[in-house]
Nanobody, 124 residues
Framework: QVQLVESGGGLVQAGGSLRLSCAAS????????MAWFRQAPGKEREFVSA????????LYADSVKGRFTISRDNAKNTVYLQMNSLKLEDTAVYYC?????????????????WGQGTQVTVSS
């Protein structure tokens, strides 16, 4: 019933940009905090960024702060991740997540719904 579908991944050179999208269905989107996580091969899934249900609060991992921007369009049931100045270490599968809360969680166990991920590969 609940479905999160990521898109916008691809292959880019270091220093380039990508904009990821996550389209949600089957949930009250405006009542959910949304987040992006990523997982590189052989590594744990890690927090990237989150946005509150109102869109007024944002959190970023230190590794992406100043380079990535999260936003949401509740009318479109979509959350975005604008990624600029991409680095090789940004290479990962990026996952969209959602949870019904007014808070802005940062741990993966706090999220109830997940997308299947979209691959982002940054080359030199």
């Amino acid at each position: 019933q609940v479905q999160l579908v990521e898109s916008g991944g691809g292959l880019v050179q270091a220093g380039g940009s990508l904009r990821l999208s996550c389209a949600a269905s089957g949930l009250t989107f405006s009542s959910n905090a949304m987040a992006w996580f990523r997982q590189a091969p052989g590594k744990e899934r890690e927090f990237v960024s989150a946005i509150s249900w109102s869109g007024s609060r944002f959190l970023y991992a230190d590794s992406v702060k100043g380079r990535f921007t999260i936003s949401r369009d509740n009318a479109k049931n979509t959350v975005y991740l604008q990624m600029n100045s991409l680095k090789l270490e940004d290479t990962a599968v990026y996952y969209c997540a959602a949870v019904y809360t007014m808070a802005v969680p940062t741990f993966r166990y706090e999220y109830d719904y997940w997308g299947q991920g979209t691959q982002v590969t940054v080359s030199s």
